[in-house]
């Protein structure tokens, strides 16, 4: 399996900053998508873009994906401290079912 | 939207013993359920996947006679962790899709934390 690449692998920020991460791939992909984790605890789905898309938001999240450079970034605005978790990104390989995870991005909001 | 549960939460073991950890869609029937394990400060690499009523695919590296998988029902599967060892040690998560072939839908459960003595 090919895992994603992530960027920052750890980013520290001021609450109300805004938070950049980054995804990068090598498959082909019908979609991508990122989740939030919480030390400890299990996934939740963000956000999920497809391939036909370049720009998608929901709330204070903005996710692009750029296919011609197999790269994706979760954009978060206006920073909380509830926002400190660790972010994936995921993607299936090849139309096939199996969801391969990026190595994440461990974010922490300082109040 | 859709729940799956897993059962323990978390669950603390003496080597050599068998765990037996359970994965179960509470509002949908799950053609698909997949397992995944979690090491410290890592991400998730999938172990293996699994179809009701067939023999679960195991990924490249995953022993399938120490890590057990059974899909009995649409809405259960089961992994046990035979003979037990510190290194078995993890944060294991299933995770269940509703349709087979779809690859845009999984559900995650909250993760069963493993520590063996």
């Known amino acids: 399996s090919q895992q994603g690449e992530e960027d920052p692998q750890a980013l520290s920020i001021q609450e109300g900053e805004n938070a950049t991460m980054n995804c990068s791939y090598k498959t082909s992909i019908n979609n991508l998508q990122w989740y939030r984790q919480n030390s400890g605890r299990g996934l939740v789905h963000l956000i999920l873009?497809?391939?036909?898309?370049r720009e998608k938001h929901s709330g204070r999240l903005r996710v692009t994906l750029d296919t011609s450079k197999k790269s994706s970034s979760l954009l978060i605005t206006a920073s909380r401290a509830a926002d400190t978790a660790s972010y994936f990104c995921?993607?299936?390989?090849?139309?096939?079912?199996?969801?391969?995870f990026g190595k994440g991005t461990k974010l922490t909001v300082n109040p | 939207g859709a729940v799956v549960s897993q059962h323990p939460s978390w669950v603390i073991c003496k080597s050599g013993t068998s765990v037996k950890i359970e994965c179960r869609s509470l509002d949908f029937q799950a053609t698909t359920m997949f397992w995944y394990r979690q090491f410290p400060k890592q991400s998730l690499m999938l172990m293996a996947t699994s179809n009701e009523g067939s023999k679960a695919t195991y990924e490249q590296g995953v022993e399938k006679d120490k890590f057990l998988i059974n899909h009995a029902s649409l809405t259960l599967s089961t992994l046990t962790v035979t003979s037990a060892h510190p290194e078995d040690s993890s944060f294991y998560i299933c995770s269940a899709s509703e349709l087979a072939g779809r690859t845009d839908t999984q559900y995650f459960g909250p993760g069963t934390r493993l520590t063996v003595l």
């Open positions: 995921a993607f299936y390989q090849g139309g096939s079912e199996k969801l391969v």
């Open positions: 873009i497809r391939s036909n898309e």
